[in-house]
């Protein structure tokens, strides 16, 4: 008998999407993918040759569970020059990946019961990891009119005696927007109030447009930074997503607690992974800026083609590598028998008749939307939006 906690949870919708993009490939299938989370780049050169290095210097043995000194000085000097922020190497952890940051987060903080604010759109995995740890996740929607940004009165209504935590994703995975400043303050004031941890989730913090600055919500005073769980990681800004290292900065109890969960379930991120993530954060960085140029040239094509569809609109995302466009406008439609009703008829009509895979808004608690991820090449994005035009063009 499978446990109750496993019955939970669904398997990632995401990844899920991405299989069957996948599947249909290798039946010969010519499927375009714009479900991917990952950006399509490789990782920098220099990266993987310290990876080599580490690996022909035998740097193939256990490390410290919480990370080698190296790499936290490397993370706890990157804070300080992007984040102005100042943490000890006791206020850090390197973990398997974001993804596994935040699973000991919630293994770390929460007990049964316990309730965790989380804004929708959501990144999947958040109410998966809160229910997975017994806690309970409170889901309190944004408005696309809003920028999809937690509203503060919608925050307050939803806080209880049970409340022990509210997480933030900026930039945004679905919605490619980011929260301002005045946003983020006025949420940090009410989260302290309340004495809730602020789960900070920035690994797009790389990726921004417009000339945007990103500003982590722990650097607003020493008092909310010592409400902060910091979450980053190499995936999305080096193109590391395989490699699997990620980090938290946060107050010494939890760093300790999740340090000791981390040791008797993984123990440390692999050896070489994090030698080539030291050389990722220390090593040169115009990597990035070529990586952003690009993103930013597909988005500006993907959203005005979007935007050139009867019945979608899209707000212009403002980081991450997704587009989250509004598909109210054909929902009721038909194609012969079959109708549009939802996101998810819409994703499925889109993966067999337009052979484009999309996510649908509902994986990520969000109605109404679907996500477009801008990680592929121009002419995918060109032949997808093509694509997606005709199939929407045949509906009445
Ligand atoms: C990709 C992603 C992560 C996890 O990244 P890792 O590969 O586990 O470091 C975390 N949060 C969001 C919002 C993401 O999109």
């Known amino acids: 008998m499978i446990a109750e906690r496993a019955k939970r949870v669904k398997p990632s919708p995401t990844l899920q999407m991405n299989a069957k993009a996948k599947e249909l490939k290798a039946k010969g299938v010519d499927v375009l993918s714009f479900s991917v989370g990952e950006p399509d780049f490789d990782t920098p050169e220099h990266i993987k040759e310290a990876a080599i290095r580490a690996l ?39 973990s398997c990946g974001a993804k596994h940051s935040l699973y000991n987060i919630a293994q770390a903080i929460l007990s049964p019961g316990d309730e965790v604010i989380i804004p929708s759109p959501y990144w999947v995995s958040y109410p998966a990891q809160v229910l ?6 409170v889901i309190v929607e944004t408005t696309e009119e809003e920028g999809f940004v937690l509203n503060p009165e919608s925050l307050k209504e939803r806080i209880t005696p049970k409340t022990k935590a509210v997480i933030l994703n900026y930039p945004s995975n679905p919605t490619g927007l980011t929260y301002t400043v005045d946003a983020l303050t006025t949420i940090a004031e009410i989260a302290l109030r309340h004495n809730l941890y602020i789960i900070s989730d920035e690994i797009y913090e790389k990726l921004l447009y417009d000339g945007l600055k990103h500003t982590s919500i722990a650097s607003l005073s020493k008092e909310v930074k010592e409400r902060t769980l910091l979450v980053n990681g190499l995936s999305k800004a080096y193109s590391m997503t395989g490699w699997r290292i990620g980090y938290t900065a946060g107050p010494k109890d939890v760093i300790k607690a999740m340090t000791k969960i981390q040791s008797q379930s993984t123990s440390n991120p692999t050896s070489i992974a994090q030698w080539a993530a030291v050389e990722a954060l220390n090593g040169p960085q115009d990597f990035l800026q070529e990586m952003l140029t690009e993103f930013d040239a597909r988005r500006r094509i993907l959203v005005d083609g979007l935007n050139a569809l009867d019945g979608i609109s899209c707000r212009m995302p403002t980081g991450a590598f997704y587009a989250f466009p509004n598909v109210k406008g054909v929902f009721g439609k038909k194609a012969g028998e079959r109708e549009i009703k939802d996101s998810s008829s819409l994703t499925m009509y889109l993966l067999e008749e337009a052979k484009v895979a999309a996510v649908p808004g509902i994986a990520f608690g969000a109605e109404g939307y679907i996500r477009i991820s801008y990680a592929t090449s121009r002419e995918n994005i060109k032949e997808g939006l093509k694509r997606i035009g005709e199939a929407l063009a045949r509906l009445r």
Do not use: H, Q
């Not at 997975?132 to 996740?137: I, M, Q, T």
């Open 56 to 94: 022909k210097d035998g740097k193939t043995k256990y490390t410290p569970v919480d990370g080698i000194p190296e790499l936290k000085e490397a993370i706890a000097a990157k804070l300080k020059r992007d984040n102005g922020l100042d943490y000890t190497g006791d206020e850090i952890i390197v």
């Open 132 to 137: 997975l740890n017994d806690g309970e996740p």
